[in-house]
């Protein structure tokens, strides 16, 4: 075989050029030094190979550094969608954590000379995110706070508030699948947060259209605030829209068997009687509900006479009737028959008035900074001539609203 010139040399060139070449021996003092310098590429591409090489590939500071170059070019492309980077830098977190023998923390050397802890780091990293993510919310860009606030999770995985909150910014941007799983991720990690089980809710329930999964959840969410107005109500809601309100009232009366002091049962209990009564057609029939629902909660304050929402819904009740009756005085006209009718209807409404006084009297002094009940007490005194302690209750709101 005849070997030409050209060939020969371009043999020569080819194996000095792969002989000639030597191997790249990663220092992890210069590796530091380049992450100092913001020359992160080049950093990269040596904790890279440092992972391989002898005497690094075993060495936490190899990953612990690694994990800073990526954590670092993810916050220069955050943007992105994709969360490789940010997700290659903890997983060299975990490998460095795992290979430390001792206790002493991981730094690196600042540019003044002070030493840069990995926790100190981390933190900077994930204020980073969270900061752009309360940014983009405050901007209206709902998606992209979804994402920060996702970054931010997975630099600090313990955080609940990037967690919740990215489930909020989810909601807003209407990526619901996003925000039922951030919800059901916060309750796992031990959130109690009523208002983001009300929004799971809203999705399981309303959006998505599962109406057991619904019921489940405000069940769950009653053993947290079993003297919750709002969830009761959901809760029986559920049941009915579910055809199971007379299982409801059943397991409620088997239960009240076996716990007939718990004021919890008979609550529930007068929601369900009332939530039955509006889905009824028959004036009979709902009287009929009412009344078994106002005894309910009767029997909520005779097992603890302190409890709120049982004394506010009696009040409702009692008000309730008083203005039915004033709203058809109200409605009659001015001939004798009609104004006969309304003088007699008179000691009637005042008669209920009376009765829902101290009702009213009694719930403000259970929580006497709630408005709306302060209201209903002042229209009370009003109703019933009582013009001092009506003023009274005015300056209260008055100031109230001012503070």
Do not use: C
């Not at 070997?3 to 220092?27: D, R």
């Not at 709002?230 to 029986?236: C, G, S």
Request: proline fraction near 3%; aromatic fraction near 10%.
């Amino acid at each position: 075989m005849r070997v030409t010139a050209t060939l020969l040399a371009a043999l020569v060139i080819g194996a000095t050029s792969v002989y000639g070449q030597k191997a790249v021996k990663p220092n992890l003092g210069k590796i530091e030094s380049l992450i100092r310098k913001g020359e992160f590429q080049e950093a990269k591409e040596l904790t890279d190979i440092a992972t391989t090489y002898e005497k690094t590939k075993d060495d936490p500071k190899t990953y612990y550094l690694r994990g800073l170059v990526y954590l670092s070019l993810d916050t220069m492309d955050a943007l992105s969608a994709s969360t490789s980077h940010l997700e290659t830098a903890m997983a060299n977190f975990t490998k460095s954590d795992e290979l430390i023998k001792d206790d002493k923390e991981l730094f690196t050397t600042t540019l003044d000379g002070f030493p840069d802890f990995k926790s100190q780091q981390i933190m900077r990293y994930w204020a980073f995110y969270y900061n752009k993510a309360a940014n983009e919310f405050a901007a209206n860009n709902y998606a992209a706070s979804v994402g920060f606030f996702d970054r931010a999770s997975l630099v600090d995985p313990q955080d609940t508030n990037a967690v919740v909150n990215g489930g909020y910014a989810a909601v807003q941007a209407k990526m619901y699948d996003e925000a039922k799983g951030n919800f059901y991720k916060a309750i796992e990690m031990g959130v109690v947060d009523k208002d983001m089980r009300l929004l799971l809710v809203y999705i399981v329930a309303e959006v998505q259209g599962d109406l057991q999964e619904g019921l489940e959840i405000v069940t769950e969410a009653r053993l947290l605030y079993p003297q919750d107005n709002e969830l009761a109500r959901q809760e029986i809601n559920f049941l009915i829209k579910l055809d199971r309100a007379e299982e409801a009232t059943e397991n409620l009366m088997s239960a009240i068997q076996k716990e007939p002091n718990d004021p919890n049962l008979y609550f529930t209990l007068g929601i369900l009687h009332e939530e039955i009564m509006a889905k009824l057609d028959s004036v009979e029939q709902k009287a009929k509900r009412l009344q078994l629902a106002l005894e309910a909660y009767q029997n909520a304050v005779k097992a603890d006479p302190n409890y709120y929402n049982a004394h506010y819904n009696i009040g409702v009740i009692y008000i309730t009737d008083a203005q039915t009756i004033i709203k058809e005085q109200n409605s009659l006209g001015y001939s004798k028959e009609d104004l006969k009718k309304a003088d007699g209807m008179e000691p009637i409404i005042q008669e209920k008035l009376s009765a829902a006084l101290p009702i009213w009297e009694k719930i403000v002094s259970l929580n006497p900074d709630e408005i709306p009940a302060l209201e209903t007490l002042s229209y009370l005194y009003t109703m019933q001539k009582m013009y001092d302690k009506a003023e009274a209750i005015k300056d209260k709101i008055d100031n109230l609203r001012e503070n």
